[in-house]
């Protein structure tokens, strides 16, 4: 796409010509759709849990209060509705910190073993009521990697919590990290519903879901992955995925042990 501008050439205030200027434009014209395009999904995202709030309150105040009961359930929904929305907000928060390709963040070497422990701690509950054995297997004796923390927090507790999320009851969630000299290897590994190869291409982009009603009924915001994805550029790594529908899905991540920045490139999309 080329934007066209004419303006006159003027010497001695009298027009004497016109210069004609070309400007390729397409790149621009697509990052403006790319960003329409994030405030409408957002936008429906937001709409959806608030639909629903509102819903269930107004029931609720024409007179559905009256039973304790009903009154609990409806509240309930409120509450986990509201839930989800903040934590739509902080993932996109999240985002668009991580796009904002911030060279201040604080890198420091990063106990990968003491971090995953403490991520385990965190999902060992809903792990408990799905009847999900999660076991940890550590090959790489006191590795550290370069990293920021809280980053490295987020990647792994995305990828835990999604395999869990989508492992059905009585299933297992493997977590291996060994060392393979340069690189730190880390794989999450589920006995899970699976993804089928249609949607891999479409996996990390955010707000994909492969079936939205279950990632919503999950409580998912589909960002965990964009997030992931970003993380995994940021700290010049890669992540691949392994699945089989019905039987469960690997996430394979490989990141420099030591960080170096190249301060001329910008974080990949
Ligand atoms: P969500 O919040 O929906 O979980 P994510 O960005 O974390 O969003 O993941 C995107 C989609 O990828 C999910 O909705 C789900 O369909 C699929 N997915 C992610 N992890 C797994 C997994 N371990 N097993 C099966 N499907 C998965």
Redesign the pocket.
């Known amino acids: 796409i080329l934007r066209v501008s004419i303006s006159p050439l003027k010497v001695d205030n009298r027009v004497n010509g016109a210069v004609i200027s070309l400007e390729d434009i397409t790149e621009l014209k697509r990052l403006d759709q790319v960003k329409a395009e994030l405030v409408a999904n957002m936008s429906h995202e937001i709409k959806t849990p608030l639909t629903s709030i509102k819903g269930f309150a107004e029931t609720l105040l024409d007179g559905a209060m009256d039973d304790r009961e009903t009154c609990r359930r409806f509240l309930t929904i409120i509450d986990s509705e509201a839930d989800r929305m903040s934590r739509l907000i902080n993932d996109s928060l999240t985002l668009s910190r991580l796009e904002s390709q911030d060279r201040n963040i604080s890198i420091e070497p990063i106990n990968l073993h003491e971090l995953i422990v403490n991520i385990l701690d965190m999902v060992d509950s809903s792990a408990k009521t799905k009847n999900i054995d999660v076991t940890f297997y550590d090959q790489a004796t006191d590795m550290k990697i370069d990293g920021n923390e809280d980053r490295m927090h987020q990647l792994m507790l995305?990828?835990i919590?999604?395999?869990i999320?989508?492992?059905p009851s009585g299933g297992k969630v493997t977590i291996t990290i060994k060392d393979e000299g340069e690189d730190a290897f880390i794989s999450?590994k589920?006995t899970?519903?699976?993804?089928a190869k249609e949607?891999m291409p479409r996996?990390?982009e955010?707000?994909?879901?492969?079936?939205?009603g279950?990632?919503?009924n999950?409580?998912?915001?589909?960002?965990?992955?964009?997030?992931?994805k970003h993380v995994v550029m940021s700290m010049n790594g890669t992540i691949d995925v392994n699945?089989e529908l019905g039987r469960?899905?690997e996430?394979i991540v490989r990141l420099p042990k030591h960080y170096s920045a190249h301060p001329s490139d910008p974080v990949a999309d």
């Open positions: 995305n990828l919590d999604n395999a999320k989508y492992t999450v589920d899970g519903i699976g993804i949607h996996l990390f955010r707000f994909y879901r492969v079936d939205k279950r990632s919503r999950m409580g998912g915001t589909g960002l965990g992955l964009a997030i992931v699945s469960g899905t996430f």
